[in-house]
């Protein structure tokens, strides 16, 4: 939030408090929030891959070769 005050003081020459800040970010409709941090390695298509297919298996699980008798 703080970077948030320091860039309107820079820009506006107006400076606010943190909390002021934040009810008008409220007012705005607006939130603060943290980038998420990300891989820049990260391969997009290997990612998407493992959502779309590995992980719908997973979740499913092996049916075949289950014993009907274990449940659980």
């Keep these: 939030m703080q970077r ?4 309107v003081a820079r820009l506006t020459d107006v400076r606010y408090s943190q909390t002021h800040m934040g009810r008008l970010l ?3 409709g607006w939130s603060w929030q943290k980038p998420r ?4 390695c990260r391969d997009e298509a290997a990612t998407e891959h493992w ?8 979740k499913t699980g092996p049916e075949t070769g289950r014993n009907p008798d274990l449940r659980g």
């Design 37 to 40: 941090r990300q891989d820049i």
């Design 4 to 7: 948030i005050v320091d860039s």
């Design 26 to 28: 409220k007012q705005c």
């Design 51 to 58: 959502r779309d297919v590995i992980w719908p298996e997973l």
